[in-house]
């Protein structure tokens, strides 16, 4: 089983960029699907991007297609997220994923998380 470590969240303006990454341990990483999930005050946690173990397919919530890119490295045990022309809405708590089985945008569908990174947009 993967244990998992984010980093990368800070204070941006927006319109600016940041990239969030999420370290692995654990042999199993590269078979293993992953996705970032987001949760803002008061919000449930909601699915952010999903990539596959080979990295050839990527999923994402609409709300940031076009401006967010989820990546792998399996060499290197981690997977990324690009975020780009970020906005106040997308301030929240960014948590890594190992994707267990079901729906992949269900947060329920993954049994193991990161601690997770504060992502904060300023307006």
């Known amino acids: 089983q993967v244990q998992l470590v984010e980093s990368g969240g800070e204070l941006v303006q927006a319109g600016g960029s940041l990239r969030l990454s999420c370290a692995a341990s654990g042999r199993t990483f590269s078979i293993t699907n992953m996705a970032w999930f987001r949760q803002a005050p008061g919000k449930e946690r909601e699915f952010v991007a999903y990539i596959t173990s080979t990295g050839r397919t990527t999923y994402y919530t609409d709300s940031v297609k076009g401006r967010f890119t989820i990546s792998r490295d399996n060499a290197k045990n981690t997977v990324d997220l690009q975020m780009n022309s970020l906005k106040p809405e997308d301030t929240a708590v960014y948590y890594c994923?190992?994707?267990?089985?079901?729906?992949?945008?269900?947060?329920?569908?993954?049994?193991?998380w990161g601690q997770g990174t504060q992502v904060t947009v300023s307006s």
């Open positions: 994923a190992a994707y267990d089985s079901g729906i992949y945008s269900y947060a329920r569908s993954y049994n193991v």
